[in-house]
């Protein structure tokens, strides 16, 4: 098994207008856990099978594989994708987090085992760095796509 983790910052010298909230990142990460196609490029499908007070399970096609990851909510702070059904399972956080001066993030965190990666190999090393630029890019993909949100009056504070 391995961990990888990035924090980014939410409103960078980088972003467009308008500057996100705490409460836009919060609607959009469950607008993703939703439906994740709009948000992360390589999601080909994502359907919401079962519902519960604070929990979903979904259908996912992702980069030609599909899967199945139970979803739950801790309101404005936390959105934990536990893979139920793959061929690497695992757990994936997205974590809505602020420094001592306020300053948003966004962290992601993912655990995760391959089918037929030794732990610890040089494959397994090589497999961890692609899956961290695929959820980096997924990160800037789905904030990115909220400040689209946001811009058109669709996700208010």
Known sequence: MFTVSRTLDVNDSTATEPTLTRGHVWRGL????????????????????????????????????????????????RVTFERVRSSTMGTILNEIVEDA????????????????????????KHFAERMADSYLDAVNTTLAAIRALVGRGDLPA
């Open 30 to 77: 469950v607008m993703k856990a939703e439906d994740a196609v709009p948000f992360v490029g390589a999601m080909e499908r994502c359907t919401v099978v079962e519902r519960g007070e604070g929990w979903l399970v979904r259908d996912i096609l992702l980069r030609g594989e599909e899967m199945r990851e139970r979803v739950t909510f801790e309101p404005e702070n």
């Open 101 to 124: 001066d306020g300053v948003l993030r966004l962290r992601f965190t993912f655990s995760l085992e391959a089918d037929g990666v030794a732990p610890g190999s040089a494959e397994e």
